[in-house]
């Protein structure tokens, strides 16, 4: 089956194996926080062995010679706040005609002095993490008292300080009954984007209940739904993109939107009505979600210059010390096999989603043991036919 060209997901502008639409990088893996999902295992301190200013400037060099449009760089952690340099690597960065944004934790670092600065130095947008509803719910996930109120008025100072402002949250077996109020407060906290993310088992995330594939379905329909009030993206669920076009589908054949939504969809509606009664929501158009993936218009540099497909796939693509960035995207063998979905195993192999989806190749690893295998976290039985 061939699908139909869509507007319901964007696909990537330019050729996909020459330059990544995306890249991440951890600039310390030190933080003051000990958040139960942590993909980074962060530790109080920065390692020696972190990339310097000067490597870093060349790394940033390097990532604005993919050709224009450069990819978007994120600085993430640990929290990048605890590099006192991270000013002049914004600066850096944007003076080479990339667009940066950042990632930090919420801790006392975080101020609007810091904030002012490093948006004069030409930082756009800053994402912070909020995964309950509830204070008990986020400061039990962050590992401190305090932390969901701290960024409640964190939220207020980034956007103070003329940020665009991004939300993430993680959800969990334990806390997705609260994305209907996690909606409603990302919603009066003014963001322009919500990241929702569905937990992959690393790290310190190991410890906590993953969704289930039937539970995931459900979320995504929901999120689906959603999507008219706020811009939503998921991480490490690309098959939103699948739920997303087989909803178009539907629609244009004037079907009803049943496949894929059990117990949980139905929940989250009901508790959705409540929780938006009398806030004051706008519709709009859904903004479609883009087609990248796991070294496919995706990359992650650790704070030691190790690149990875992803931050949550621990395969090691290259050493930034070593080779350079644009060398090691292009030509790394992990990073060229998770460009190709015609040799990933299972139902990911035979979809024929799997070009615009391909499944989370973290979540396979974890599971599997392979990055190429069938995503265990989609409950989608393709149709057959490559
Ligand atoms: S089977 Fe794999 S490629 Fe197909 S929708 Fe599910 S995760 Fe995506």
């Not at 569905?198 to 995330?205: E, S, W």
């Not at 998770?338 to 990911?348: S, V």
């Amino acid at each position: 089956m061939t699908l139909a060209p869509s507007r319901a997901v964007r696909r990537q502008r330019h050729d996909v194996h020459d330059r990544p639409f995306i890249v991440i990088w951890e600039v310390t893996r030190a933080c003051q926080l000990a958040c139960l999902h942590c993909r980074a295992d962060a530790i109080t301190r920065r390692n020696p062995g972190e990339l310097t200013l000067e490597e870093g400037r060349s790394l940033l060099d390097g990532i604005a010679s993919f050709p224009s449009p450069h990819p978007l760089v994120v600085l993430t952690g640990g929290d990048p706040f605890e590099r006192p340099d991270l000013e002049q690597l914004v600066r850096h960065g944007t003076g080479a005609g990339l667009s940066m944004s950042l990632s930090p934790s919420v801790t006392p670092n975080l101020t609007p002095d810091r904030l002012a600065s490093l948006r004069e130095a030409g930082a756009k947008a800053v994402s912070l993490s909020l995964d309950g509803a509830r204070a008990a719910t986020h400061d039990a996930f962050r590992g401190f008292e305090g932390t969901y109120a701290a960024t409640r008025a964190a939220a207020q100072q980034v956007r103070d300080a003329g940020f665009r402002l991004q939300v993430n949250s993680t959800v969990t077996r334990s806390t997705v009954e609260e994305l209907p109020s996690l909606l409603r407060d990302v919603i009066e906290l003014g963001a322009q984007l919500w990241s929702v993310f569905f937990l992959v088992p690393t790290g310190r995330g190991q410890q906590l209940q993953t969704l289930d594939a039937e539970q995931i379905e459900d979320v995504l329909h929901w999120l689906a739904d959603v999507s008219r009030f706020i811009a939503v993206k998921t991480t490490e669920a690309p098959h939103f993109r699948r739920v997303v076009l087989q909803r178009e589908v539907a629609a244009v054949a004037g079907e009803g939107l049943s496949p894929g939504r059990g117990d949980l969809y139905r929940r989250l509606t009901a508790l959705t009505a409540r929780a938006l009664a009398g806030v004051p929501v706008r519709e709009r158009p859904a903004r479609p979600p883009i087609d990248v993936n796991s070294g496919r218009g995706f990359m992650f540099v650790d704070h030691t210059g190790k690149v990875y497909p992803s931050g949550f796939l621990p395969q090691v693509a290259g050493d930034v010390r070593v080779t350079p960035v644009t060398q090691i995207y292009r030509q790394a063998p992990v990073m060229r096999a998770l460009r190709t979905p015609d040799g990933f195993g299972g139902r990911c192999g035979t979809c024929e989603f799997r070009e615009v989806c391909g499944g989370s190749r973290s979540r396979a690893y974890a599971v599997n043991g392979d990055p190429l295998a069938e995503d265990p976290g989609c409950a989608y039985v393709p149709t057959g036919g490559r």
